[in-house]
């Protein structure tokens, strides 16, 4: 972004600071899951567990402080963590958006604004590479007109869309017409009945929404008839964390339980992280389905989590009464 008119070098450590957040976030159960692992081979080598369970203690018994600090962590990260992470990803888009729309440059994301609407019998479709101000301004905008047969009638390209009272105003417009020659316009005017709520529930990404609006936000996209299968995925998501964490420490406890006088087994350690990593990628998988629509987002969520911690259960279970 060095190329960028508005770039400085603190407003990019500012940008950078406000995306950690966010990168701590999904690193969270990664993090829990070599955590427990490496805490548990800590004590396996220095015989502390031995001595545990030889004084006739079960592995439940000394596995549920961890169980529970990795859920007292996944409340952390749910509570705390994602409300920040949510204001960081959306000020440092906010940044980048400002950057580059003084550098008329677009916008490098893969959320893309498209609009529809209609509006005193025209039908449009707006598009643009990037937004501010809760989606009250559009950059680098292209709007669509149709006539009743469907057809294109009326193409029109903008450096800026702003929502004003019932109409769109175009700054630095192209008109392009069928048959006609292009026409270069200072500002041009689109009639909408759109209203700013629906703006900011249509295109409100996931990341940007705290755990404590997700419900509101939700609801809203309802009344407005919006799809809110994303927002749903990632409530869920959110709300499956801190078992999603326990689910990761019975799986630590799986591989790093059996005594090994010298070191862990490197297979049993890899196999492990083998597992966690499934696990995880997994869950991002299923979370890909329910935000499409293609799962109900809370089976989608949680029956992997569940899954999960139920087989780590069952071989703890195993490994301990056989």
Known sequence: MASLDGYTVPGALLFTAMRIPFILQQ?????SLFIGMTALIALNRRYELVVTRAAGISVWQFIMPFAAGAFLIGLFGMLIVNPVAAWGQRESLSMEASWRQSSSASAE???LPWIRQTSDGNDSIIGAKSFEADGTVLIDVVVFHFNSDRQVILRQDAST???????WLLTDVLENRPGEIPERLETAQVST????EYLQESLSQPETVAFYDLSRKI?????FGLPTKALETQFHSLLSLPLLLVAMTFIAATVSLKF???AQSR??????????????????????FGSSGAVPPFVAV?????????????????????
């Open 27 to 31: 690193t969270i159960p990664t993090l």
């Open 109 to 111: 994301s893969d959320f």
């Open 161 to 167: 869309a702003k929502l004003e009272d019932g109409y």
């Open 193 to 196: 009945n759109l209203r700013q």
């Open 219 to 223: 609801e809203v996209g309802r009344s």
């Open 260 to 262: 090994s006088r010298f």
């Open 267 to 288: 297979s049993v350690i890899l196999g492990g992280i083998v597992s966690g990593f499934v696990l995880y990628v997994v869950t991002v998988l299923v979370k890909a």
């Open 302 to 322: 949680w029956v992997p989590v569940i899954v999960a911690t139920a087989l780590g259960a069952t071989i703890l279970l195993h490994q301990e009464d056989g």
